[in-house]
């Protein structure tokens, strides 16, 4: 038996790079977005006339 391969249509080849890549920025957006708050946790402590410890 021989393998038929069929061609890809110019529009899914057109789809699929945008779309991986848009999925791959959705992706790291969560973990990034938590990640870029972390340095100015000090200086907003400072503004808020706050801690960063719980109460105990």
């Not at 899914?12 to 957006?29: D, M, S, Y």
Request: charge should be negative.
């Amino acid at each position: 038996m021989t393998a038929v391969e069929t061609p890809i249509p110019a529009r899914e080849q057109a789809v699929g790079r945008p779309l991986a890549i848009v999925l791959g920025l959705l992706t790291i957006f969560g973990p990034i977005s938590m990640d870029l708050y972390l340095p100015v946790l000090p200086a907003l402590t400072a503004d808020l006339q706050s801690t960063t410890r719980s109460p105990s």
